[in-house]
């Protein structure tokens, strides 16, 4: 059997894990809010509407902090359109997507069902068709509490209270000559610098992150990120980072290296913050955002058939198998890996639309890729330990040597505990993991939880909820002060340790 080694020392720490790299992203897009967070008259909604099937699932996933409105939707939303009484609210296109937005759901209506979900909303302003002086109104109306138009306002709409959102996005992929609104960096560098200063101005408490590049292949990619932090590195905090990955090729052992992309990119935007840091002769360091990342494909053919100018469509519907689930495991153990530098991370989507839980009009139910999010989340917390791994590789067009076994270790101290998480991306060989425990010596197994298939293509349906799912494993054990696993061959696995 193919061996690989994992070197830990609780001394050595990245960083402590800031909660929000578990975030996750709701737009107006397909049936994300219509239809699977809100849907009147369903006989699972609340007073309010929203599907209480899907609020379960959310807080099971406990995630730290929602995006919303979107997205490429928001670079041509008026907010206005969404608060005040319903049936006062506008029918409006959605050029982003084709659609047509009701604007029954807005942003009060998201606050409250955030509240409901125990999160935090990430608000994004239109810096596409839009700019300071609706940001600027945006703001008091969501933050100020009181004797000002907007906030007034926000008032008589029935929210006596501000909804104090802390964390606000500048904007959405500026880069992408599909945005609404496409600026140059230039362009995009100078509003979103003039739009950070004031709505510090108004509230000095809230964080603000600028659009960083669409994903790694952009032409535009390097040259983005320094132009746009040139003009706004001393008014904003973070810098976003947005991927999606494909399996177009049905090529498992390319994709599942996706993440030695994500690894690079993150490295790379790290750099060039620094580099302006550097140049600048600044104290201040920008952290990231990456707050949009996932497998995205298998909708694509359908979406492309879709009819103009409908509401609430199955768009980007993305039903997820097994190899999705090996991915997404090992993207958050890259994001786990640079928690020094990401601070804010959003799974896109968290319902229906390329997302971990899918909704139908008789149920909700957890993707492939739910799991290891919701895991990840659950007990990836505390402090990230640097985790050398030394592991047998496999050659690949793409990414050349690629190790088989990816492999990140938490320590939280609050609950003394250890946790392993690794993916063995070899699709035919168990791999026998050692890692010396060292100052962890004493510490027991108390779970092993694996997802493994034979079936790299195994979805689940509403009529098979489960065909994907982790289960216990005996494979692990302390001996002489090691921890000794198999890790299956195709496999994602967590393992904790305590005392
Ligand atoms: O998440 C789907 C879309 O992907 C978002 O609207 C956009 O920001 C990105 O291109």
Not at 52 to 58: H, I, R
Not at 261 to 268: C, K, L, P, V
Request: glycine content about 6%; overall charge negative.
């Amino acid at each position: 059997m193919q061996k690989a080694k994992v070197i830990i020392d609780k001394d050595f720490q990245v960083s402590k894990i800031d909660r929000r790299i578990y975030g996750s992203f709701i737009e107006h897009l397909g049936r994300a809010v219509y239809g699977g967070i809100y849907q009147p008259g369903h006989p699972l909604a609340d007073e309010q509407g929203f599907r209480k099937d899907t609020l379960e699932l959310v807080r099971e996933l406990n995630v730290p902090i929602v995006r919303y409105p979107g997205g490429n939707f928001v670079s041509g939303y008026k907010w206005e359109d969404g608060v005040g009484p319903k049936e006062d609210r506008p029918k409006r296109i959605d050029l982003a997507w084709c659609v047509v937005e009701s604007n029954e759901v807005g942003l009060n209506e998201f606050s409250d069902w955030a509240k409901k979900a125990n999160t935090d909303v990430m608000m994004a302003v239109n810096l596409g068709t839009r700019g300071v002086a609706e940001a600027m109104e945006l703001l008091e109306y969501c933050n100020l509490d009181q004797g000002t138009h907007y906030s007034e306002l926000r008032k008589k709409h029935g929210y006596a209270k501000p909804h104090g959102v802390k964390l606000w996005c500048l904007g959405n992929e500026m880069d992408g000559p599909w945005q609404i609104g496409h600026k140059t960096a230039d362009e995009y560098g100078r509003l979103a610098n003039e739009t950070a200063k004031v709505l510090k101005g108004i509230d000095p408490s809230i964080e603000l992150v600028v659009c960083g590049s669409s994903n790694s292949g952009m032409p535009t990619f390097a040259e983005w990120e320094r132009t746009v932090l040139e003009h706004c590195y001393d008014s904003v905090d973070y810098i976003s980072m947005h991927t999606y990955y494909g399996d177009h090729d049905r090529d498992p052992q390319t994709f599942l290296a996706n993440n030695m992309d994500m690894d690079r990119f993150i490295t790379d935007v790290a750099n060039i913050c620094d580099y302006v840091k550097a140049k600048k002769h600044s104290k201040k360091t920008i952290n990231i955002s990456f707050d949009e990342w996932n497998v995205w494909y298998h909708s694509n053919e359908a979406d492309s058939k879709l009819e103009r100018w409908t509401q609430a469509p199955h768009q980007l519907e993305d039903v997820y198998d097994f190899q999705d689930a090996l991915l997404v495991g090992s993207l958050l153990i890259t994001l786990l890996r640079h928690a020094d530098r990401v601070k804010v991370a959003c799974l896109a989507q968290l319902v229906n639309v390329i997302a971990p839980i899918m909704t139908s009009d008789t149920g909700a139910w957890r993707q492939t890729i739910y799991y290891p999010y919701w895991l990840t989340g659950k007990y990836g917390q505390g402090v990230v330990l640097q985790t050398q791994v030394s592991s047998p590789t496999y050659a690949n067009k793409k990414f050349g040597d690629v190790p088989y076994v990816d492999c990140v270790t938490v320590y939280n101290e609050e609950k003394d505990e250890l946790v392993v998480f690794a993916v063995n991306k070899s699709l035919e060989e168990e791999i026998e993991l050692e890692i010396p425990l060292r100052q962890f010596a004493g510490y027991h197994v108390v779970e092993h939880a694996k997802m493994q298939d034979e079936d790299l293509y195994a979805v689940n349906t509403e009529e098979n909820p489960e065909r994907i799912k982790p289960v216990a494993s005996d494979a692990s054990s302390v001996e002489d002060g090691t921890l000794k696993t198999v890790l299956g061959h195709k496999s994602w696995n967590m393992i904790r340790l305590s005392k």
